[in-house]
Protein backbone atom coordinates (compact mmCIF):
# COMPACT_ATOMS: atom_id res chain seq x y z
CA UNK A 1 0.00 0.00 0.00
CA UNK A 2 1.09 3.84 -0.59
CA UNK A 3 2.02 5.97 2.28
CA UNK A 4 2.12 8.96 2.40
CA UNK A 5 3.12 11.50 5.30
CA UNK A 6 0.32 13.59 4.13
CA UNK A 7 -2.51 13.09 1.79
CA UNK A 8 -4.17 16.45 0.70
CA UNK A 9 -7.98 16.36 -0.56
CA UNK A 10 -8.84 18.36 -3.62
CA UNK A 11 -6.60 20.52 -6.30
CA UNK A 12 -8.49 24.06 -5.75
CA UNK A 13 -6.99 26.88 -4.49
CA UNK A 14 -6.80 25.51 -0.55
CA UNK A 15 -4.98 22.07 -1.70
CA UNK A 16 -2.73 24.06 -4.32
CA UNK A 17 -2.13 26.51 -1.31
CA UNK A 18 -1.51 23.53 0.59
CA UNK A 19 1.10 21.85 -1.11
CA UNK A 20 3.13 25.38 -1.70
CA UNK A 21 3.34 25.60 2.24
CA UNK A 22 4.66 22.08 2.38
CA UNK A 23 7.35 22.51 -0.36
CA UNK A 24 8.31 25.71 1.39
CA UNK A 25 8.33 24.71 5.16
CA UNK A 26 8.35 21.01 5.53
CA UNK A 27 10.40 19.72 2.51
CA UNK A 28 11.20 16.09 3.75
CA UNK A 29 7.25 15.24 3.99
CA UNK A 30 6.10 12.76 0.66
CA UNK A 31 2.55 14.04 -0.11
CA UNK A 32 0.23 14.22 -2.87
CA UNK A 33 -3.16 15.34 -3.68
CA UNK A 34 -5.65 13.68 -4.82
CA UNK A 35 -8.44 15.19 -7.12
CA UNK A 36 -11.57 13.34 -7.83
CA UNK A 37 -11.97 15.34 -11.46
CA UNK A 38 -9.87 15.54 -14.49
CA UNK A 39 -8.17 19.02 -14.36
CA UNK A 40 -6.83 20.96 -11.35
CA UNK A 41 -8.81 24.73 -10.23
CA UNK A 42 -11.49 23.62 -8.18
CA UNK A 43 -14.28 25.37 -8.23
CA UNK A 44 -12.68 27.62 -11.11
CA UNK A 45 -12.51 24.88 -13.29
CA UNK A 46 -15.78 22.83 -12.65
CA UNK A 47 -17.87 26.43 -13.04
CA UNK A 48 -18.41 27.59 -17.02
CA UNK A 49 -21.47 29.23 -16.96
CA UNK A 50 -21.27 32.98 -19.25
CA UNK A 51 -18.89 35.73 -17.15
CA UNK A 52 -18.23 33.12 -13.90
CA UNK A 53 -16.00 35.40 -12.11
CA UNK A 54 -14.52 35.89 -8.72
CA UNK A 55 -16.75 37.87 -6.03
CA UNK A 56 -13.69 38.78 -3.90
CA UNK A 57 -10.86 40.72 -4.54
CA UNK A 58 -7.84 38.62 -5.88
CA UNK A 59 -4.95 40.21 -3.94
CA UNK A 60 -6.98 38.73 -1.00
CA UNK A 61 -8.53 35.53 -2.78
CA UNK A 62 -5.04 35.37 -4.44
CA UNK A 63 -2.31 33.19 -2.50
CA UNK A 64 -0.35 35.14 0.02
CA UNK A 65 3.05 34.13 -1.33
CA UNK A 66 2.20 34.60 -4.89
CA UNK A 67 1.24 38.28 -6.01
CA UNK A 68 -1.90 38.93 -7.89
CA UNK A 69 -0.55 40.40 -11.37
CA UNK A 70 -3.55 40.68 -13.32
CA UNK A 71 -5.06 43.83 -13.95
CA UNK A 72 -8.54 43.41 -13.00
CA UNK A 73 -8.66 42.62 -9.10
CA UNK A 74 -12.47 41.01 -9.50
CA UNK A 75 -11.23 38.19 -12.00
CA UNK A 76 -13.02 36.37 -14.74
CA UNK A 77 -12.67 32.50 -14.01
CA UNK A 78 -10.33 31.40 -16.60
CA UNK A 79 -7.87 34.26 -15.61
CA UNK A 80 -7.71 32.78 -11.71
CA UNK A 81 -7.59 29.40 -13.15
CA UNK A 82 -4.66 30.31 -14.83
CA UNK A 83 -3.07 31.71 -11.78
CA UNK A 84 -3.54 28.34 -10.06
CA UNK A 85 -1.61 26.47 -13.36
CA UNK A 86 1.20 28.83 -13.05
CA UNK A 87 1.64 28.84 -9.34
CA UNK A 88 1.77 24.54 -9.82
CA UNK A 89 4.24 25.05 -12.43
CA UNK A 90 6.17 27.93 -9.71
CA UNK A 91 6.44 25.10 -7.39
CA UNK A 92 6.85 22.25 -9.19
CA UNK A 93 3.76 20.13 -7.79
CA UNK A 94 2.30 19.28 -11.14
CA UNK A 95 3.07 15.42 -10.36
CA UNK A 96 2.17 15.32 -6.84
CA UNK A 97 -1.46 15.37 -8.13
CA UNK A 98 -3.21 12.29 -9.08
CA UNK A 99 -5.97 13.34 -11.25
CA UNK A 100 -9.38 11.27 -11.43
CA UNK A 101 -8.95 10.38 -7.65
CA UNK A 102 -11.80 10.72 -5.50
CA UNK A 103 -11.71 9.42 -1.80
CA UNK A 104 -14.52 7.93 -0.60
CA UNK A 105 -14.18 6.72 2.96
CA UNK A 106 -11.43 7.12 5.38
CA UNK A 107 -10.74 4.85 8.32
CA UNK A 108 -8.14 5.53 11.51
CA UNK A 109 -6.43 3.28 13.32
CA UNK A 110 -4.98 4.17 16.58
CA UNK A 111 -2.87 1.01 16.54
CA UNK A 112 -1.19 2.06 13.14
CA UNK A 113 -1.47 5.76 13.75
CA UNK A 114 -2.37 6.35 10.56
CA UNK A 115 -5.72 6.76 7.86
CA UNK A 116 -6.55 4.58 5.36
CA UNK A 117 -8.19 5.91 2.44
CA UNK A 118 -10.51 3.99 -0.08
CA UNK A 119 -10.31 6.03 -2.97
CA UNK A 120 -12.11 5.44 -6.46
CA UNK A 121 -10.41 5.50 -9.98
CA UNK A 122 -13.29 7.86 -12.02
CA UNK A 123 -11.34 6.79 -14.91
CA UNK A 124 -11.35 3.04 -14.26
CA UNK A 125 -13.74 2.74 -11.82
CA UNK A 126 -10.35 0.75 -9.76
CA UNK A 127 -10.71 0.70 -6.15
CA UNK A 128 -6.90 1.40 -4.06
CA UNK A 129 -5.99 2.20 -1.18
CA UNK A 130 -3.41 4.68 0.09
CA UNK A 131 -2.47 5.32 3.82
CA UNK A 132 -1.04 8.35 4.84
CA UNK A 133 -0.25 10.14 8.45
CA UNK A 134 -2.06 13.51 8.32
CA UNK A 135 -5.04 13.54 6.44
CA UNK A 136 -5.48 17.23 4.98
CA UNK A 137 -9.23 17.98 3.75
CA UNK A 138 -9.02 20.41 0.83
CA UNK A 139 -12.34 19.74 -0.73
CA UNK A 140 -14.21 22.94 0.10
CA UNK A 141 -17.75 22.41 1.47
CA UNK A 142 -20.30 21.97 -1.32
CA UNK A 143 -21.24 18.92 -3.80
CA UNK A 144 -19.29 18.40 -7.08
CA UNK A 145 -22.12 16.32 -8.42
CA UNK A 146 -24.78 18.18 -8.04
CA UNK A 147 -26.44 21.89 -7.17
CA UNK A 148 -29.69 22.61 -4.82
CA UNK A 149 -32.55 22.30 -6.84
CA UNK A 150 -35.90 22.83 -5.44
CA UNK A 151 -39.35 21.11 -6.55
CA UNK A 152 -40.72 23.33 -9.35
CA UNK A 153 -43.99 21.86 -10.18
CA UNK A 154 -44.96 21.67 -13.73
CA UNK A 155 -41.30 21.39 -14.42
CA UNK A 156 -41.49 18.67 -17.12
CA UNK A 157 -44.25 21.00 -18.92
CA UNK A 158 -41.53 23.54 -19.81
CA UNK A 159 -41.37 22.92 -23.40
CA UNK A 160 -37.69 24.74 -23.55
CA UNK A 161 -34.39 23.99 -21.68
CA UNK A 162 -33.42 24.36 -18.19
CA UNK A 163 -29.78 24.59 -17.23
CA UNK A 164 -27.89 23.83 -13.89
CA UNK A 165 -25.37 26.84 -13.52
CA UNK A 166 -22.68 23.57 -12.02
CA UNK A 167 -23.43 21.81 -15.04
CA UNK A 168 -23.34 24.25 -18.03
CA UNK A 169 -23.35 22.99 -21.55
CA UNK A 170 -20.31 24.10 -23.61
CA UNK A 171 -22.87 24.45 -26.97
CA UNK A 172 -25.64 26.14 -25.44
CA UNK A 173 -27.07 29.00 -28.12
CA UNK A 174 -29.15 31.74 -26.39
CA UNK A 175 -28.99 33.96 -29.41
CA UNK A 176 -32.22 35.88 -29.13
CA UNK A 177 -33.67 33.76 -26.64
CA UNK A 178 -35.87 34.90 -23.79
CA UNK A 179 -34.14 33.62 -20.68
CA UNK A 180 -35.16 33.47 -17.29
CA UNK A 181 -32.84 33.14 -14.13
CA UNK A 182 -34.13 31.93 -10.97
CA UNK A 183 -31.90 33.17 -7.83
CA UNK A 184 -30.66 36.46 -6.40
CA UNK A 185 -26.97 35.34 -5.34
CA UNK A 186 -23.87 35.95 -6.80
CA UNK A 187 -24.38 33.03 -9.84
CA UNK A 188 -27.41 34.68 -10.81
CA UNK A 189 -26.31 38.36 -10.83
CA UNK A 190 -23.43 37.18 -12.50
CA UNK A 191 -25.33 35.35 -15.40
CA UNK A 192 -27.67 37.93 -16.18
CA UNK A 193 -25.64 40.57 -17.20
CA UNK A 194 -22.94 38.02 -19.21
CA UNK A 195 -25.98 36.40 -20.79
CA UNK A 196 -27.76 39.92 -22.19
CA UNK A 197 -25.25 40.58 -25.25
CA UNK A 198 -26.39 37.85 -27.21
CA UNK A 199 -30.20 37.09 -25.64
CA UNK A 200 -33.23 39.29 -26.48
CA UNK A 201 -34.23 39.51 -22.73
CA UNK A 202 -33.21 38.06 -19.61
CA UNK A 203 -34.99 37.82 -16.16
CA UNK A 204 -33.97 37.44 -12.60
CA UNK A 205 -36.58 35.61 -10.99
CA UNK A 206 -36.26 36.04 -7.28
CA UNK A 207 -38.25 35.37 -4.02
CA UNK A 208 -36.48 37.74 -2.05
CA UNK A 209 -33.72 40.55 -3.23
CA UNK A 210 -30.19 40.26 -2.02
CA UNK A 211 -28.22 43.14 -1.15
CA UNK A 212 -25.89 43.94 -4.27
CA UNK A 213 -22.93 46.68 -4.89
CA UNK A 214 -21.11 47.26 -7.85
CA UNK A 215 -17.32 48.38 -7.16
CA UNK A 216 -14.33 48.76 -10.05
CA UNK A 217 -13.14 45.56 -11.29
CA UNK A 218 -9.91 47.18 -11.42
CA UNK A 219 -8.02 47.97 -8.07
CA UNK A 220 -6.60 51.55 -9.69
CA UNK A 221 -4.54 51.76 -6.09
CA UNK A 222 -3.03 48.12 -6.79
CA UNK A 223 -1.83 49.22 -10.55
CA UNK A 224 -0.46 52.01 -9.89
CA UNK A 225 1.88 50.95 -6.58
CA UNK A 226 2.80 47.78 -8.96
CA UNK A 227 4.32 50.59 -11.30
CA UNK A 228 6.06 51.93 -8.29
CA UNK A 229 7.61 49.26 -6.40
CA UNK A 230 8.58 45.93 -5.84
CA UNK A 231 6.11 43.45 -7.23
CA UNK A 232 5.90 42.03 -3.88
CA UNK A 233 5.78 45.01 -1.86
CA UNK A 234 2.69 45.85 -3.73
CA UNK A 235 0.98 42.95 -3.47
CA UNK A 236 1.35 43.38 0.51
CA UNK A 237 0.01 46.48 0.71
CA UNK A 238 -2.66 45.96 -1.66
CA UNK A 239 -3.64 42.86 0.76
CA UNK A 240 -3.31 44.65 3.82
CA UNK A 241 -5.13 47.71 2.44
CA UNK A 242 -7.88 45.10 1.44
CA UNK A 243 -8.34 43.12 4.49
CA UNK A 244 -8.66 46.08 6.32
CA UNK A 245 -11.37 47.52 4.00
CA UNK A 246 -13.53 44.23 4.62
CA UNK A 247 -12.73 44.40 8.17
CA UNK A 248 -14.15 47.71 8.71
CA UNK A 249 -17.07 46.99 5.97
CA UNK A 250 -17.88 44.09 8.22
CA UNK A 251 -17.47 45.65 11.38
CA UNK A 252 -19.84 48.49 10.41
CA UNK A 253 -22.45 46.10 9.35
CA UNK A 254 -22.63 44.47 12.95
CA UNK A 255 -22.26 47.78 14.94
CA UNK A 256 -24.47 50.50 12.56
CA UNK A 257 -26.48 47.92 10.34
CA UNK A 258 -28.63 50.30 9.52
CA UNK A 259 -26.47 53.32 8.13
CA UNK A 260 -24.81 50.11 6.55
CA UNK A 261 -28.10 49.42 4.77
CA UNK A 262 -29.16 52.55 3.86
CA UNK A 263 -26.01 53.32 1.77
CA UNK A 264 -25.93 50.25 0.11
CA UNK A 265 -29.75 51.01 -0.98
CA UNK A 266 -28.43 54.53 -1.83
CA UNK A 267 -26.32 53.51 -4.42
CA UNK A 268 -28.68 50.98 -6.26
CA UNK A 269 -31.22 53.66 -6.38
CA UNK A 270 -28.35 56.19 -7.76
CA UNK A 271 -27.74 53.32 -10.28
CA UNK A 272 -31.28 52.78 -11.00
CA UNK A 273 -33.04 55.96 -10.76
CA UNK A 274 -35.25 57.65 -8.25
CA UNK A 275 -38.17 55.56 -10.82
CA UNK A 276 -37.42 51.95 -10.11
CA UNK A 277 -38.89 50.14 -7.64
CA UNK A 278 -35.67 49.45 -5.09
CA UNK A 279 -37.66 48.54 -2.17
CA UNK A 280 -39.48 45.52 -3.59
CA UNK A 281 -36.60 44.40 -6.12
CA UNK A 282 -33.43 44.97 -3.78
CA UNK A 283 -34.27 45.47 -0.02
CA UNK A 284 -33.53 42.64 1.63
CA UNK A 285 -35.48 41.38 4.26
CA UNK A 286 -32.36 40.79 6.59
CA UNK A 287 -29.32 43.45 7.45
CA UNK A 288 -26.02 43.89 5.53
CA UNK A 289 -23.89 40.00 5.70
CA UNK A 290 -26.78 38.27 7.67
CA UNK A 291 -26.15 36.63 4.20
CA UNK A 292 -23.05 37.23 1.75
CA UNK A 293 -23.42 40.65 -0.12
CA UNK A 294 -23.19 39.98 -4.01
CA UNK A 295 -20.75 42.27 -6.12
CA UNK A 296 -21.04 43.28 -9.51
CA UNK A 297 -17.82 44.71 -11.19
CA UNK A 298 -18.54 48.33 -13.05
CA UNK A 299 -21.93 48.00 -12.35
CA UNK A 300 -22.85 45.74 -15.18
CA UNK A 301 -26.07 44.69 -14.02
CA UNK A 302 -27.71 47.20 -13.26
CA UNK A 303 -26.56 48.60 -16.66
CA UNK A 304 -28.63 46.12 -18.06
CA UNK A 305 -31.90 46.56 -16.40
CA UNK A 306 -31.11 50.74 -17.42
CA UNK A 307 -30.85 49.18 -21.32
CA UNK A 308 -33.92 47.22 -20.67
CA UNK A 309 -32.00 43.99 -21.92
CA UNK A 310 -32.57 42.40 -18.13
CA UNK A 311 -35.60 42.81 -15.50
CA UNK A 312 -36.29 41.62 -11.99
CA UNK A 313 -39.04 40.09 -10.97
CA UNK A 314 -39.43 39.51 -6.94
CA UNK A 315 -42.63 36.84 -6.47
CA UNK A 316 -42.91 33.12 -5.44
CA UNK A 317 -42.61 31.10 -8.20
CA UNK A 318 -46.33 28.75 -8.39
CA UNK A 319 -44.92 26.81 -11.24
CA UNK A 320 -43.15 25.63 -14.77
CA UNK A 321 -45.72 26.30 -17.82
CA UNK A 322 -44.95 25.46 -21.55
CA UNK A 323 -43.76 28.58 -22.55
CA UNK A 324 -42.03 29.81 -18.92
CA UNK A 325 -42.78 30.29 -15.06
CA UNK A 326 -45.86 31.61 -13.45
CA UNK A 327 -45.96 33.45 -10.65
CA UNK A 328 -48.29 33.39 -7.97
CA UNK A 329 -49.05 37.01 -8.00
CA UNK A 330 -50.40 35.65 -11.79
CA UNK A 331 -47.65 37.29 -13.83
CA UNK A 332 -46.47 34.88 -16.12
CA UNK A 333 -42.53 35.33 -17.01
CA UNK A 334 -42.11 34.22 -20.67
CA UNK A 335 -38.89 31.91 -21.22
CA UNK A 336 -36.95 29.84 -23.90
CA UNK A 337 -34.30 28.98 -21.57
CA UNK A 338 -34.78 28.28 -17.73
CA UNK A 339 -31.57 28.85 -15.48
CA UNK A 340 -31.67 27.31 -11.94
CA UNK A 341 -29.17 29.72 -9.81
CA UNK A 342 -30.74 28.32 -6.79
CA UNK A 343 -27.52 27.70 -4.52
CA UNK A 344 -25.53 24.94 -3.78
CA UNK A 345 -26.07 22.03 -1.87
CA UNK A 346 -23.30 22.04 1.49
CA UNK A 347 -21.38 18.72 2.31
CA UNK A 348 -19.67 17.84 5.89
CA UNK A 349 -16.30 17.06 4.82
CA UNK A 350 -16.38 16.16 1.34
CA UNK A 351 -19.43 13.62 1.64
CA UNK A 352 -16.40 11.12 2.56
CA UNK A 353 -16.96 8.62 5.28
CA UNK A 354 -15.07 8.97 8.27
CA UNK A 355 -14.43 6.10 10.93
CA UNK A 356 -12.04 5.37 13.85
CA UNK A 357 -11.07 1.90 15.19
CA UNK A 358 -13.95 0.45 13.07
CA UNK A 359 -16.96 3.45 14.34
CA UNK A 360 -18.47 5.58 12.44
CA UNK A 361 -17.44 9.38 13.17
CA UNK A 362 -20.23 11.58 13.40
CA UNK A 363 -18.56 15.25 12.97
CA UNK A 364 -22.11 17.07 14.53
CA UNK A 365 -20.85 15.35 17.95
CA UNK A 366 -17.54 17.32 18.08
CA UNK A 367 -16.24 21.11 18.46
CA UNK A 368 -14.25 22.30 16.29
CA UNK A 369 -10.86 23.12 16.69
CA UNK A 370 -9.80 26.35 15.63
CA UNK A 371 -12.14 26.29 12.83
CA UNK A 372 -9.96 23.27 11.55
CA UNK A 373 -9.92 20.35 13.61
CA UNK A 374 -12.26 18.03 15.59
CA UNK A 375 -12.14 17.36 19.43
CA UNK A 376 -11.49 13.87 19.79
CA UNK A 377 -10.35 13.18 15.67
CA UNK A 378 -6.43 12.66 15.14
CA UNK A 379 -4.21 13.98 12.85
CA UNK A 380 -7.22 15.08 10.88
CA UNK A 381 -7.33 18.85 9.47
CA UNK A 382 -9.85 20.70 6.91
CA UNK A 383 -9.48 24.04 5.47
CA UNK A 384 -12.72 25.67 5.42
CA UNK A 385 -12.42 29.92 4.40
CA UNK A 386 -14.40 32.65 5.20
CA UNK A 387 -18.29 33.35 4.28
CA UNK A 388 -17.19 37.52 5.31
CA UNK A 389 -14.11 37.61 3.60
CA UNK A 390 -12.07 36.11 0.97
CA UNK A 391 -11.85 31.84 1.48
CA UNK A 392 -7.92 31.99 0.97
CA UNK A 393 -7.05 34.09 3.80
CA UNK A 394 -8.07 31.21 6.32
CA UNK A 395 -6.90 28.88 3.75
CA UNK A 396 -3.07 30.33 3.86
CA UNK A 397 -3.73 30.35 7.82
CA UNK A 398 -4.76 27.03 7.82
CA UNK A 399 -2.14 25.60 5.63
CA UNK A 400 1.08 27.50 7.83
CA UNK A 401 -0.94 26.10 10.83
CA UNK A 402 -0.60 22.25 9.74
CA UNK A 403 3.36 23.06 8.69
CA UNK A 404 3.99 24.27 11.93
CA UNK A 405 1.72 20.85 13.78
CA UNK A 406 4.07 18.50 11.44
CA UNK A 407 7.24 20.30 12.55
CA UNK A 408 6.57 20.16 16.20
CA UNK A 409 5.22 16.38 15.88
CA UNK A 410 8.77 15.71 14.25
CA UNK A 411 10.56 18.27 17.22
CA UNK A 412 8.54 16.03 20.03
CA UNK A 413 9.17 12.54 18.23
CA UNK A 414 5.25 12.25 18.25
CA UNK A 415 3.25 10.64 15.42
CA UNK A 416 -0.56 11.56 16.68
CA UNK A 417 -1.72 15.00 17.22
CA UNK A 418 -5.46 15.31 18.89
CA UNK A 419 -7.60 18.01 20.59
CA UNK A 420 -8.94 17.12 23.43
CA UNK A 421 -11.93 19.37 25.73
CA UNK A 422 -9.82 19.79 29.08
CA UNK A 423 -12.14 19.17 31.84
CA UNK A 424 -12.72 22.79 32.29
CA UNK A 425 -14.45 23.13 29.19
CA UNK A 426 -16.42 20.20 29.41
CA UNK A 427 -19.63 22.22 30.12
CA UNK A 428 -18.81 24.93 27.36
CA UNK A 429 -22.00 25.54 25.01
CA UNK A 430 -22.71 24.15 21.78
CA UNK A 431 -23.00 26.66 18.82
CA UNK A 432 -23.32 26.78 15.31
CA UNK A 433 -20.38 25.90 13.35
CA UNK A 434 -21.03 28.99 11.60
CA UNK A 435 -23.09 31.79 13.88
CA UNK A 436 -24.73 35.09 12.71
CA UNK A 437 -25.02 34.01 8.80
CA UNK A 438 -29.11 32.48 7.96
CA UNK A 439 -28.79 31.72 3.71
CA UNK A 440 -30.62 28.41 3.34
CA UNK A 441 -27.83 26.62 1.95
CA UNK A 442 -26.37 27.06 5.67
CA UNK A 443 -29.02 26.75 7.52
CA UNK A 444 -30.13 23.24 5.68
CA UNK A 445 -27.17 21.61 6.54
CA UNK A 446 -25.88 23.24 9.91
CA UNK A 447 -26.90 19.93 11.86
CA UNK A 448 -24.38 18.07 10.57
CA UNK A 449 -21.32 19.91 11.42
CA UNK A 450 -19.10 20.44 14.07
CA UNK A 451 -20.06 22.65 16.92
CA UNK A 452 -18.30 25.65 17.84
CA UNK A 453 -18.12 27.08 21.72
CA UNK A 454 -17.73 30.75 23.20
CA UNK A 455 -14.07 30.15 23.76
CA UNK A 456 -11.01 29.75 22.12
CA UNK A 457 -9.56 27.21 20.79
CA UNK A 458 -12.74 25.99 20.21
CA UNK A 459 -13.95 28.58 18.23
CA UNK A 460 -14.70 28.77 14.37
CA UNK A 461 -14.28 32.92 14.40
CA UNK A 462 -14.51 33.70 10.77
CA UNK A 463 -12.53 36.94 11.89
CA UNK A 464 -9.37 37.07 10.33
CA UNK A 465 -7.62 39.03 13.30
CA UNK A 466 -8.70 37.14 15.44
CA UNK A 467 -7.30 33.90 13.42
CA UNK A 468 -3.82 35.58 13.19
CA UNK A 469 -3.47 35.65 16.98
CA UNK A 470 -5.25 31.91 17.93
CA UNK A 471 -3.28 30.40 14.77
CA UNK A 472 -0.25 32.02 13.44
CA UNK A 473 0.56 33.35 16.89
CA UNK A 474 -0.47 31.15 19.14
CA UNK A 475 1.71 28.71 20.81
CA UNK A 476 1.42 24.88 19.21
CA UNK A 477 1.09 23.68 22.60
CA UNK A 478 -2.10 24.81 24.34
CA UNK A 479 -3.10 22.26 26.51
CA UNK A 480 -5.98 21.22 24.52
CA UNK A 481 -3.73 19.81 21.23
CA UNK A 482 -2.09 16.89 22.77
CA UNK A 483 0.81 14.91 20.91
CA UNK A 484 0.40 10.78 21.49
CA UNK A 485 2.38 8.44 20.65
Request: proline share 5%; net charge negative; charged share 25%.
Amino acid sequence: MDHLDVAIIGAGLSGIGAACHLEDHCPTKSYAILESRHALGGTWDLFRYPGIRSDSDMHTLGFSFKPWRAEKSIADGPVIRDYMVETVADYKIEDKIRYHHKLRSASWSSAEKRWTLTVERTDTNETLQISCGMLFMCSGYYNYERGYRPEFEGASDFEGQIIDPQFWPEDLDYKGKRVAVIGSGATAVTIVPSMCDEAEHVTMVQRSPTYIVSRPARDAIANFLRKILPEKWAYAITRFKNVQMQRVMYGRTRTHPEDVKNRLLGMVREELGPDYDVDKHFTPSYNPWDQRLCLVPDGDFFKMIRAGKASVVTDHIDSFTKSGIQMKSGEQVEADIIVTATGLEMKVLGGVEFSMDGETIDFSKTFTYKGMMYSGIPNLVQTFGYINASWTLRADLTSEYVCRLLNQMDATKTEVCVPRIKDEDRDMPELPWIDDFTPGYMQRMMHLFPHQSDRAPWRNTQNYTKDKKMIRSAPIEDGSICFEN
